[in-house]
């Protein structure tokens, strides 16, 4: 899990609390506060029409979805975000096409706006132009704004060299943010007049192999922003948190793991106006409850003065 989580995080009746952060002031907002965002959150559906490959059942992941939405829907979440792999490989451009339009359709159909952020199997036998064709979504990194709360969607997917990736043309461990996205994502935090949380596919917490080779750089820029009140990440497919100078990076549970419904994972994100945030996790996604980043941020500075 990493040293982040330290002395101030357990685990108990399947939820994940910071102990110590989320209280005071932060705990009023879950006791019936109401939030300024909330967001349905799924990973990694990597829907395919081909036979299990371990954990990873591709044939029940579009069911998985299906039910999934149904749970979400009824809570009106103000967007629903996809963070990354949203198909797997095909053996044709066509199939790879048709199982991407088949989610997002399941998508559309709810009538709630959505974003997909880029994920590496996304791009097998499509650039990022075409996907965002495919799947009426963005293709690369935005930002938006509901009531105060900033949301930066992050696209790892470029090579160390600063090339898109595209066709299967990439190694799905060279991961990159280049300095142009690295520029805009400054931008919007300085511009930020609440609290921000940022998505991103591959990881930003330096786990080997999975995170982007410049992940230190792209914290640099969270941390020294003191807005940062969440960073939610796919890629890993497992429940997973560490919290590096008071900001929390964690890891949602996939959908495509697991034959039966009740393995997938997804979840409802709220944030609130003092930059508290709750995941109240379905299925396999643990619960998560977080204190506000000011809070985080104070702690933090006692620590190093202990």
Known sequence: MGGG????????????VLAG????????????????????????????????MGSRCYRASLSKVNFALSKLVPLAPDRLVHLGDLIDSHKTDLAEEMAARTVAQ????????????????????MDKDRYAEVTKSAGTYEAFDINGV?????DACHRSDGADYAMGRYDWQDSFI?????DWIGRQLSSAKGPVVVFSHQLLDGMPTMSVRNHERVRQVLTKSGKVAAVFQGHFHQNRLRTIQGIPYTVLRSVIDGPEIANCGFSRLSVFADGSV???????QETLALGSFRTRKLLLARSRID
């Open 5 to 16: 989580l330290s002395r101030r995080a357990f685990l108990g009746q399947g939820s994940l």
């Open 21 to 52: 952060l989320a209280s005071g002031r932060a705990w009023a907002a879950f006791d019936g506060g109401k939030p300024l965002a909330t967001i349905g959150l799924l990973t990694d559906i990597h829907h395919a029409n081909k036979i299990d």
């Open 106 to 125: 399941r998508f559309l159909e709810t009538g709630i706006p959505y974003h997909f952020i880029m994920g590496n199997h996304c791009l097998n036998r």
């Open 150 to 154: 900033r949301f930066l969607c992050l």
């Open 178 to 182: 280049p300095e142009k996205q690295i």
């Open 278 to 284: 709750k995941l109240d996790g379905f299925e396999e």
